[in-house]
């Protein structure tokens, strides 16, 4: 691409951004919602590592369907709210990924075996 057509869809971009339609999605809880929901995926896959005898099986259990819940939720909503979608399709697999470490862990008969050592620094 050359400088001129980088430089032309640079701009059309930053004008895209200041758009009224942008400063009022940036401004809705359209946008807000889903950037705050994005917590609950990005602190289980920060769990991912963890010893799984700390995994509340309810508590895993309950976010998967809730996500299930809100995927179907922001895909029926008008405007459709992919971003929204998006952050609980990442949470109902980290979810899955939780609970299948939970139910091994739960059922093992060496329970020291499946736990993930802690790093050490």
Request: hydrophobic letters at 45%.
């Amino acid at each position: 691409m050359s400088q001129k057509k980088a430089a032309t869809l640079g701009q059309k971009i930053v004008e895209n951004l200041k758009s009224k339609e942008m400063r009022d999605y940036f401004m809705s809880t359209h946008f807000w919602g889903p950037v705050a929901n994005w917590g609950i995926p990005l602190a289980a896959i920060a769990d991912i590592r963890s010893d799984p005898k700390y995994i509340s099986g309810k508590m895993t259990l309950a976010l998967t369907v809730y996500s299930g819940v809100f995927m179907r939720f922001a895909l029926k909503v008008k405007p459709k709210n992919m971003l929204l979608f998006a952050c609980h399709v990442t949470n109902a697999t980290v979810q899955t990924i939780q609970g299948v470490r939970y139910i091994k862990y739960q059922f093992s008969s060496d329970k020291k075996s499946i736990a993930v050592p802690s790093a050490t620094m």
